[in-house]
């Protein structure tokens, strides 16, 4: 016989409810049950009404990011078991600080307009012919921006980070990792075309390196560094920009541009 | 672009000051704090300090190192007020007080550097 524990679940109609509220399941525990294994019990077995995002069940897909305990967890890859022994409750809720559409979904079209204006894919301003062959990098190039690469969209990070709950302009960790993940890419071209978003004071100013957001990637992805790097990265640009004014002024026509 | 010039600017400073107050500071605070008043280094002599601060080079040292460490507060602190009070439409008065405190402190130390010995 299993043991059993208590699955807290935010539940939240928009049409129905004026706010939030908590339903109470008790699941069976298994070594082997991750929370999302409970929510699926719960849905097949207890409650069809339940609404929540999964799609792989190994960490790749980054769609079943939930708080789990009020901390922010990919529910694919949080064990049941390791709440289960002070034979408490688990609170599940959805992500923090996005608008919810309904029980453990939230509406991920502000993160999806952040991480579009980041342009997050490689720019080429030259495109050589095929003919040429691929472009070939070093194993230390891709070093560099290998670990960004890893991001898998699961918003951990907005949930985790504090200015993201102050500042909802805020670009935030991911979409600013993604950029870094470009821009330190030997093929990639379009730095400058990510400045005017990147070294605004709602990109990597607005960050006052809390650091939660490294913590709680489930990727280990660094998107803390990321802004650090490219908070150096500008500091140095405006240091050039007196030594080296005409360069500067070029680089403005351009980021201008691409902001229209 | 001239906000993003700002902060830019102000985070050079908070760096540089993070630096010094991480490293330097510290060996001053073990060498006057600690090794010399407990007696486990020999302790300079009162004139043989006031030599040393008299060299133009120590003043410009002794000056970054009381300047830079300011500016690294002044930043903490705004952001501290700013999202840990989240007092949003206090920006300016917030900016001002906190910036303006490193730069009365900076020239303070100047002065004081100026006119020492």
Redesign the interface.
């Known amino acids: 016989m299993a043991d059993k524990i208590i699955l807290e679940v935010a539940r939240y109609s928009p049409e129905r409810d004026a706010k939030p509220s908590f339903q109470s399941y008790e699941v069976p525990v298994y070594k082997e049950w991750v929370v999302l294994d409970a929510l699926n019990y719960i849905k097949d077995q207890v409650d069809g009404s339940l609404t929540y995002r999964w799609s792989c069940r190994m960490g790749i897909c980054g769609s079943c990011g939930m708080m789990v305990n009020g901390e922010p967890k990919l529910t694919c890859a949080t064990f049941l078991s390791s709440y289960a022994h002070n034979g408490s409750k688990v609170r599940v809720e959805p992500l923090r600080y996005f608008p919810v559409v309904r029980d453990l979904v939230t509406e991920l079209s502000d993160f999806l307009v952040k991480l579009t204006k980041v342009k997050p894919w490689l720019i080429r301003h030259d495109e050589p012919p095929l003919t040429q062959g691929e472009f070939l990098q070093t194993p230390d190039q891709l070093d560099r921006y290998k670990q960004f690469s890893m991001c898998i969209n699961c918003t951990l990070c907005y949930a985790a980070c504090?200015?993201v709950g102050?500042d909802p302009v805020f670009v935030g960790p991911a979409a600013i990792a993604l950029a870094q993940r470009y821009n330190m890419d030997s093929r990639d071209q379009g730095t400058e075309e990510r400045t005017a978003v990147l070294?605004?004071?709602e990109g990597i100013?607005g960050c006052?390196f809390v650091g939660e957001c490294t913590r709680v990637c489930p990727k280990h992805v660094d998107p803390a560094g990321a802004i650090q790097q490219y908070?150096?990265k500008?500091?140095l640009?405006?240091?050039k920009?007196f030594v080296m004014p005409g360069e500067h002024k070029s680089k403005?026509v351009r980021s201008e541009a691409a902001n229209d | 672009m001239e906000r993003q010039s700002n902060e830019a600017f102000f985070w050079t400073l908070f760096s540089a000051g993070g630096v010094i107050a991480a490293i330097l500071i510290p060996v001053h605070i073990f060498l006057f704090g600690l090794a010399f008043p407990l007696g486990w280094l020999p302790a300079p002599s009162y004139e043989h300090m006031m030599a040393l601060v008299r060299l133009p080079v120590v003043r410009i040292y002794l000056f970054v190192l009381c300047s830079l460490p300011l500016f690294h507060w002044a930043h903490r602190f705004r952001y501290t007020l700013f999202d840990g009070l989240q007092v949003k439409h206090l920006n300016e008065v917030i900016f001002t007080l906190c910036y303006g405190g490193a730069v009365v402190g900076t020239v303070l130390a100047g002065y004081l550097l100026w006119n020492m010995g």
Do not use: F, Q
Request: charged share 20%; glycine share 0%.
């Open positions: 504090p200015v102050l070294a605004h004071p100013w006052t908070k150096l500008a500091a640009d405006w240091v920009s403005d």
